[in-house]
């Protein structure tokens, strides 16, 4: 749980609303402490997931599936719901 200030998803209109559905968790139908973070500033949430995004794509030396297992692992270990 992060120690800034943040709206919940529920609260979430306009730019923000409209980008609701592509940042909530479709396993557990919520949007991870990373992303409400970014509910003070649309453009630097939708900047974030682009990045995100790119990070997460498979490439020739590190597939997808690792980078998800490296990403688990690290929030794993900072007690972090991933």
Sequence with gaps: MPWIETLHEDEW???????????IDPNYQQV?????I???DASSMDVHLGLY?????????????KREMIALVVSTANECHY
């Design 38 to 40: 970014h509910s003070l």
């Design 32 to 36: 991870d402490w990373i992303f409400r």
């Design 13 to 23: 209109s306009g730019d923000l609303g409209a980008m609701k559905g592509r940042v």
């Design 53 to 65: 995004q790119q990070a997460m794509k498979g490439t020739k030396t590190l597939r997808k599936v």
